[in-house]
């Protein structure tokens, strides 16, 4: 028999979150928080015609938008949306948002 005492299993959220620190990934994976945080952060009008795709290293925030008009509406109203997604304390922030012509869904 081993001398080792048998551990307690852990919670694999609990063993996730210490890896993600261990790493210094946990403040990217809070950065990502924005993708599926969008529709609240940026209100359902603009939610309907937009998808966010991925967010970089660097804060640059990749985002669908369904027609030419929308994305030069939305470039117009960058500042505000910036300010609405980096309002969460401790969040690394989106430094910039890129608005790709595209589907608004990634299915």
Do not use: C, Y
């Not at 959220?13 to 609240?40: D, F, M």
């Not at 015609?49 to 994305?71: C, D, E, K, R, Y």
């Not at 500042?79 to 608005?99: D, F, Y």
Request: proline share 8%.
């Amino acid at each position: 028999m081993s001398d080792r005492k048998k551990k307690k299993p852990e919670p694999i959220g609990n063993v996730v979150a210490t890896w993600l620190g261990q790493t210094g990934l946990a403040g990217r994976v809070e950065q990502a928080g924005v993708v599926p945080e969008w529709p609240k952060l940026v209100g359902p009008q603009i939610a309907a015609v937009t998808a966010p795709q991925s967010i970089t290293a660097n804060g640059t925030l990749f985002v669908h938008v369904t027609t030419n008009a929308w994305m030069n509406e939305l470039s117009l109203l960058e500042p505000e949306l910036l300010r609405s997604l980096n309002a969460k304390a401790g969040r690394i922030p989106v430094r910039r948002i890129r608005w790709v012509l595209g589907p608004q869904n990634s299915e």
